[in-house]
């Protein structure tokens, strides 16, 4: 089954293209099934980009998804159009009545920020303890991922020295993980930030277990089973060519980037960049779709009464 998204949504041309299966409204109002309602809260200036980086993943499964795009109230993005986000955005007081499946927290480039200094920081609080009565699952990324299991638990999000920027190896902790299925005992995920979470901190909370992590750049995908979430503190969604786009941006503008390591055929940037993650990124989000389906209510009011 495809995802379905407005037909007039830049990702849709692009997915259909890719070989996404896409679904328009009139075709989906045909089929007699209820699809799973997945919000994603795009916190991302490029908003065009990362919608259909995770439309992407999303929709690959053999589920009919129904995609609603949301967005903080009263923040206003500034690299995407006022008529793109009036047309198929929403904003969180406007869906907060609603029920969801699931819902992906996208990252932000706020990172350097405590937490309490972010504008929308009141907003998002409110928005991580609605998913507590509104969300069957809930997928943190990134900086979205920090947000929550700081909001959670506590635990602090740390300075890097320099910025954590390539692909790096990961390992698989947990090969029970319905999360994890399929996946190979190690394999390389881009990494893009400036933080870190340290896992001796997460140790010391109990009920968080860590299905992913790597030597050089820590603790990469964590289970919050009592919260119903994940947190994933690197990149599966990016494409091919994003990491590279933010190394020719800090080129351009003359700030200090490292090469992204294990990226570039010999880490030369003059090189095509290679993409290694990309079978681990669809079994990820397609294990989490599919644990959602298998565990999520059939009446959408019973989310969150448990």
Known sequence: ???????????????????????????????????????????????IQTETQFARLIGATPLQIELTLIRMTEHEPKNTSAEHMESFYRSFQDIRQQKFDGLVITGAPIEHLPFDQVTYWDEMVEVMDWTQTNVHSTFGVCWGGMAMINHFHGVEKHLLAKKAFGCFRQQNLAHASPYLRGFSDDFVIPV???????????????????????????????????????????????????????????????????????????????????????????????????????????????IGAA
């Open 1 to 47: 089954m495809p995802i379905k998204i407005p037909e007039d949504l830049p990702a849709f041309d692009i997915l259909q293209h890719e070989g996404v299966m896409v679904m328009s409204e009139a075709q989906a109002a045909r089929q007699d099934i209820r699809p799973l309602q997945i919000g994603l809260l795009n916190l991302m200036p490029k908003k």
């Open 192 to 302: 893009s930030r400036w933080t870190e979470m340290r896992q001796a901190e997460i140790d010391r909370v109990d009920g968080l277990v860590t299905l992913l992590a790597s030597d050089e750049v820590g603790p990469c995908l964590i289970e919050d089973a009592d919260h119903r979430a994940l947190y994933i503190f690197n990149h599966f969604e990016y494409d091919s060519g994003t990491l590279k786009e933010e190394y020719d941006r800090d080129i351009a503008n003359e700030t200090a980037i490292n090469v992204p390591l294990n990226y570039y055929h010999n880490d030369d940037p003059t090189q095509k960049p290679e993409n290694r993650w990309r079978s681990h990124a669809h079994l990820l989000y397609g294990n989490w779709i599919n644990q959602i389906y298998q565990t999520t209510p059939y009446d959408m009011a019973k």
